[in-house]
């Protein structure tokens, strides 16, 4: 039968260099946006939330911003190494009822 | 400390056939979720439970049951196996309103 292929968004960067993964979400009502990254075979990892009233938050290496008026995050890794390749998620935590939701994902290559 | 263990870790049906995938934490957390991975979908939402006791439908329900048996456990029921169930089935646990989900290794389901 036919197979179904991959159909990520891609982002192909050179080792050292910043990378900038970009995400859209369309519900305001969010308390929390959250990043996560998953490598080949395993299941998502946390790696930084901000919270819906903020507009930035800085972790090791990783800097998320949220544009709450063109409903807009985007995940800055600095340095980019080759252990940063993998898939990264945006997801959404709504508030009341805890419902946990992901975005489809970027496919990200270091290049050594 | 396991983390989140999921069982199996691989298994083909037939369809029509029934199975029940296992899901269990031992952090303590009040949250678990179910959610399938398909390649270019990213990952979905079957089913989530804010606490023991309570359990409610997420992004694609149909076709699915589960029974949250006490805090640590949350399973997965495919009455029914389709062809269209075949994915990669994720459980998941977090702190009540928390962002920080801790992922099982995920269930590869093939239903031929």
């Known amino acids: ?18 990378s900038i993964i970009n995400c859209a979400y369309s519900n305001s009502a969010s308390d929390y946006f959250i990043w996560y990254k998953q490598e080949s ?12 009233n903020m507009d930035k938050r800085q972790g090791q290496r990783v800097t998320v911003l949220l544009n709450k008026t063109v409903k807009h995050l985007s995940l800055q890794i600095a340095a980019t190494q080759p252990g940063d390749s993998a898939v990264y998620f945006c997801a959404e935590n709504r508030g009341s009822n805890y419902k946990l939701t992901f975005g489809k994902g970027t496919l990200l290559t270091v290049n050594p | 400390n396991a983390g989140v263990t999921q069982t199996p870790k691989f298994q083909v ?38 606490s023991e006791g309570t359990t409610d439908k997420g992004e694609v329900p149909n076709g699915y049951n589960v029974s949250r048996l006490n805090k640590r456990e949350f399973s997965l029921r495919l009455e029914s196996a389709a062809p269209s169930q075949t994915s990669v089935y994720f459980c998941a646990s977090c702190i009540t309103g928390g962002t920080e989900a801790f992922f099982g290794q995920g269930t590869r389901l093939t239903v031929v």
């Open chain 1, 41 to 52: 075979g395993k299941g998502p990892q946390f790696i930084i939330d901000i919270r819906s």
């Open chain 2, 13 to 50: 049906l037939k369809t029509g056939q029934s199975m029940t995938l296992q899901c269990a934490q031992d952090m303590n957390h009040n949250s678990m979720y179910w959610y399938r991975q398909d390649p270019g979908m990213g990952l979905r939402l079957i089913y989530y439970s804010a």
């Open chain 1, 1 to 18: 039968g036919e197979s179904v292929g991959l159909h990520l968004p891609t982002l192909s960067v050179q080792e050292g260099d910043n």
